[in-house]
């Protein structure tokens, strides 16, 4: 089936640096989505894209989703330890299921 | 406007029972889908209801199926029971079918022995 190739798979970064993952596919979706799972809890969805090339930010998030719709990313500024946790992107294709990628790991250093 | 609520929280059975489990959607929302998470592959897709009609369907065996009462509150059910069905089983809710914003309960963790 459909696959999202999600990158990297895990992060260790020192406090107040930027992070950048993304997602990336060969096939179109036509809405991405990212979200942050904490140990224990459901994934909470963090950003919402509907568009090719729309830029949204939410707080220190910002996400694009790609031109050719088969990619997007998720750049978190000045990261903070709460940060820490698993970002998963999803996209949804035109069967209109959720398709979701296999989770960044961020680690936190403070 | 409280969450998506999913009981029980932790479940053990055994290799050949069944198990059902229930989700409560976020107050208005009428859509509710079902996914299994496990380290090995991931989020995977179950089912969606909406209005009690199941509205799309992930490529699980028939031993899982679900369904959704008038309420809106879904439940799926897995029958004869496999060590590989050990996962955590999420339930999100949207507003309408087919929506791309969906919001996850805590789950249900399974653990079959």
């Known amino acids: 089936g459909q696959q999202l190739n999600q990158s990297p798979q895990s992060m260790f970064i020192q406090e107040g640096e930027d992070v950048s993952m993304n997602c990336t596919s060969s096939?179109?979706?036509?809405?991405w989505l990212w979200y942050k799972q904490d140990p224990g809890e459901g994934p909470v969805l963090l950003i919402a894209?509907?568009?090719?090339?729309e830029l949204t930010s939410n707080g220190r998030l910002t996400a694009q989703f790609g031109i050719t719709r088969k990619d997007s990313f998720l750049n978190i500024s000045a990261s903070i330890p709460s940060d820490v946790g698993i970002y998963f992107c999803?996209?949804?294709?035109?069967?209109?299921?959720?398709?979701f990628g296999a989770g960044t790991i961020l680690r936190v250093k403070s | 406007k409280a969450g998506v609520t999913q009981t029980p929280r932790y479940l053990i059975k055994t290799r050949g029972q069944q198990v059902t489990l229930s989700c409560s959607p976020i107050?208005?929302?009428?859509?509710v889908s079902w996914y299994q998470q496990t380290p090995g592959q991931g989020l995977q897709f179950l089912f969606e209801?909406?209005?009690?009609?199941?509205?799309n369907k992930g490529n699980f065996p028939g031993r899982f199926s679900g369904r959704q009462f008038s309420n809106s509150r879904s439940e799926m059910n897995v029958s004869t029971l496999e060590l590989g069905d050990s996962a955590l089983y999420l339930c999100?809710?949207?507003?309408?079918?087919?929506?791309?914003?969906?919001?996850f309960g805590p789950g249900t963790r399974l653990t079959v022995t």
């Open positions: 209801y909406f209005s009690e009609t199941q509205r």
């Open positions: 999803a996209g949804r294709n035109k069967g209109n299921k959720l398709v």
């Open positions: 999100a809710s949207s507003l309408e079918a087919l929506t791309a914003e969906q919001y």
């Open positions: 096939s179109i979706f036509n809405t």
């Open positions: 894209l509907y568009k090719a090339g």
């Open positions: 107050s208005g929302h009428r859509s």
